[in-house]
């Protein structure tokens, strides 16, 4: 049995990828890792998604409402909430009204310090209080006294940071701003962009939750692709995610019309998923929007060439010089330094957008004049198509090239494929790539158990990442790395969930408010594993058995001076005895030295996941020192539902 082998992975001479696709689906984006703490922090609203008070709460009485003012904040932010006493309003005590915020269901709160902000409209003499409270008892963490400088006629910004004076027990709190009306003219005060953030991720600002963006992280990842998914095309075309609102000061980005259920703030805009990828070190993989909807919407041929130079710009924009026009914009963003772009996807899925008449464009037309315009300014970039050889597949088929209707790609273009799978198919699509052209696999996961009833995307996701799952899908990977020369990446999707609101429960990483329960689901475990032991160049391999149940691939990491790597796994072996492995690789001498790391399930239920409830992690891992024997032959065994590593770089 041979795998393709003996190539360099890639096309950019980086080590082969495993990475994830970030779009904002179970409020991963807001609510999840950007670490904004206010919920609704500036009444943004559309078409699906009404403007409203939701998630504030008022103080003593007070009066909440939202109001669009002749003179708004912004263009962007036409709403805002008038905050006003009304007879309802006790005058004991301090006499302040004002309003808490939920947050995106809790508010983590410790000795730390939070960066808040707010803007006010109408004349205030006195100062504001800000401060950080739980709401089960009646106990304040910590506050500040802001002083206004509140006016009439203008949106005044005010800003403040907070450090409570001790760590709250739970997360059940909220953020508060009260002021007393008797300083106002009228009783009342209009505010809007209430924003909160705790410290975030290597310090930025507008920046990534430190445990969410840490536990990615820690997966070793290479690649960020982004944004979307779904989110890219947006629910109409008037409605996709349009880069370009997403720049600049918060007062100017407008919000979207998110197509997973909820307004998005466009807080993580094209700047902030650069700065993701630049401070994880990742490269990045862009979509840019190819003109079709998730409703069928498609710009004709006629209308398309704006869609084109807007992808170029944001090209421009992500690694253009900083004298270029939108180059310039980036610096005076703050980063006058190009980033590198080496891959554009055009569209989403767009086999599936507006199908047929969307995806015969796609094929016909639409897919050719964003790849001729991009090559032509940008002849290093790879360009991607947003479909794979196999789609749009017919009816009961799921791999190899569709001649009738699939996408014929111009020479250069590379296609994108997206398995959402049940576990046995995953493991039948290990040689997927074997005789195949470029792909980049944009999207995947194990979603469904085996023999999920038909139509099954009618049907639930299984309710976490499970163990059966997860080697299903690392059977696929080792499937794709050992065609890497073509293959140059692997993306994990969606990647996070807040188990507060989600529409797709599989993810590799769940969260609520409370960083206690941000865990790490069983397929993180076999992603890390494989990320941890990159590979620059893939290893021709011989074997005097075929494949099934054992399932492996080797290859070499220049970048670790040349050590030689084993990934394999084990699936549905009928033997009860663990599968004796020996692995000779050319020119190990004797007494060689290697690392095996294995991944086993600790509970034995092939259906066990992790769950952030119990907190209990089923992914047992053993590491031990393997010795290669006399012929320079490193040998061990490794038992049903195993996946595992071996590396001589065994430091
Ligand atoms: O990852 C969830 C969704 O699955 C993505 O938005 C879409 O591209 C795919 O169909």
């Known amino acids: 049995v041979h795998s393709s082998g003996g190539n360099i992975t890639g096309k950019f001479g980086h080590s082969y990828g495993y990475g994830f696709l970030h779009e904002d689906i179970n409020n991963s984006g807001d609510g999840g890792i950007y670490a904004e703490l206010i919920q609704n922090r500036a009444f943004q609203h559309s078409t699906e998604f009404p403007v409203s008070t939701a998630h504030y709460f008022p103080i003593n009485g007070a009066n909440l409402s939202i109001q669009f003012l002749d003179e708004p904040l912004s263009k962007a932010l036409p709403a805002s909430m008038r905050v006003a006493r009304t007879g309802n309003s006790s ?11 939920e947050g995106y269901w809790g508010m983590d709160i410790r000795k730390q310090k939070y960066m808040g902000s707010f803007w006010v409209k109408g004349a205030y003499n006195g100062s504001f209080t800000a401060s950080l409270q739980s709401d089960l008892v009646y106990e304040v963490f910590g506050s500040v006294q802001v002083h206004s400088r509140a006016v009439d006629d203008q949106w005044t910004e005010h800003e403040f940071e907070l450090v409570p004076e001790k ?4 997360s059940n709190n909220s953020f508060a701003i009260t002021f007393d009306p008797k300083g106002t003219k009228n009783g009342s005060l209009d505010f809007n962009l209430i924003s909160l953030f705790p410290p975030t991720y290597k310090g930025r600002k507008n920046g990534l939750r430190i445990d969410i963006a840490e536990a990615l992280a820690d997966m070793n990842p290479r690649f960020l692709r982004f944004p979307g998914g779904n989110m890219l095309e947006g629910l109409t075309n008037d409605t996709y995610w349009d880069w370009k609102d997403t720049l600049g000061p ?29 401070d994880m070190n990742l490269q990045i993989v862009i979509g840019v929007w190819a003109g079709l909807a998730l409703n069928g919407d498609a710009t004709p041929k006629e209308n398309l060439q704006p869609f084109i130079e ?3 710009d944001e090209i421009e924009f992500i690694r253009g010089p900083p004298n270029s026009t939108w180059g310039s914009r980036r610096a005076e963003l703050g980063h006058p330094e190009p980033f590198e772009l080496n891959y ?7 086999w599936l957008a507006g199908y047929p008449g969307g995806w015969q464009s796609y094929r016909q037309y639409r897919f050719r004049m964003f790849f001729d315009a991009i090559t032509a300014a940008y002849p290093d970039i790879q360009v991607i198509a947003s479909a794979a050889t196999s789609d749009p597949a017919s009816e009961g088929r799921t791999t190899g090239p569709n001649t009738k209707e699939g996408l014929s790609f111009p020479s250069g273009a590379i296609g994108d494929y997206h398995p959402y799978r049940e576990p046995d198919e995953l493991v039948y699509e290990f040689d997927r790539f074997d005789n195949e052209i470029g792909h980049i696999v944009g999207e995947m996961a194990a979603t469904h158990v085996n023999g999920a009833i038909p139509p099954r995307w009618e049907g639930p996701l299984y309710k976490y990442p499970w163990w059966i799952g997860a080697v299903g899908e690392a059977i696929s990977l080792i499937g794709y790395e050992r065609n890497s020369d073509r293959i140059p990446v692997a993306f994990y999707a969606p990647v996070l969930k807040n188990e507060n609101r989600f529409q797709w429960p599989i993810t590799l990483i769940q969260f609520t408010a409370d960083p206690k329960m941000t865990t790490r689901a069983v ?8 990320a941890h032991h990159p590979i620059s160049h893939t290893l021709p391999t011989t074997s005097n058995s075929s494949y099934n149940p054992l399932y492996w691939t080797a290859g070499k990491d220049q970048a670790r001076n040349g050590a030689l790597v084993w990934k394999g796994a084990v699936y549905n072996s009928t033997d009860s005895s663990p599968i004796p492995v020996s692995i000779e690789f050319q020119g190990i001498k004797p007494g060689t030295k290697a690392s095996l790391t294995m991944l086993t399930n600790s509970v034995g239920d092939p259906y066990a996941y992790n769950d952030p409830f119990t907190g209990l992690n089923i992914v047992n891992t053993t590491i031990i020192e393997v010795i290669a024997g006399m012929n320079g032959t490193f040998e061990f065994s490794l038992p049903e539902l195993s996946v595992a590593v071996l590396d001589t770089d065994a430091s």
Not at 167 to 170: E, F, G, L
Not at 523 to 530: D, E
Request: glycine share 12%.
């Open 523 to 530: 397929t993180w475990f076999c992603w890390s594993l494989f």
């Open 91 to 101: 005058p004991s005590t301090t006499g302040e009204i004002g309003f808490k915020n």
């Open 167 to 170: 760590d709250a027990p739970t």
């Open 250 to 278: 918060l007062k100017d980005r407008p919000g979207f019309q998110g197509v997973w259920g909820y307004q998005q703030t466009h807080g993580l805009g094209l700047m902030e998923y650069l700065e993701w990828a630049e």
């Open 310 to 312: 807007d992808a170029l």
């Open 344 to 350: 554009v996807e055009i569209g989403n899925e767009d």
